[in-house]
Nanobody, 114 residues
């Protein structure tokens, strides 16, 4: 089992930036991918970005390419979010998986308002 703790959400104006952080603990040796997902009010949870644990190969949703950057440093994963838009408002969840299903963090709210 992998435990995940996120931090870094908050309020920001359109065009602004935020960095989310996630620290993994527990069975970190079992991790193959870590990622970020988000869920806006009234919508389903959606994929944002992921990083392969051993190779650091990154993948992004089309809606965030060129604006968001995922990175990893030991057991920490970060999501640098630039040029934020109101449509980015959501609860952001850190996630990790090995060969089984995703493990989830508790989520952190990001609100982009004008």
């Amino acid at each position: 089992q992998v435990e995940l703790v996120e931090s870094g959400g908050g309020l920001v104006q359109p065009g602004g930036s935020l960095t989310l952080s996630c620290t993994a603990s527990g069975s970190v040796d079992s991790i193959i991918f870590m990622g970020w997902f988000r869920q806006a009010a009234g919508k389903e949870r959606e994929f944002v970005a992921s990083v392969a644990w051993r190779t650091s190969y990154n993948q992004y949703a089309d809606s965030v390419k060129g604006r968001f950057t995922i990175s990893r440093d030991n057991a920490n994963v970060y999501l640098q979010m630039n040029t934020l838009e109101p449509e980015d408002t959501a609860v952001y969840y850190c996630a990790a998986r090995g060969t089984g299903p995703w493990n989830w963090g508790q989520g952190t709210q990001v609100t982009v308002f004008s």
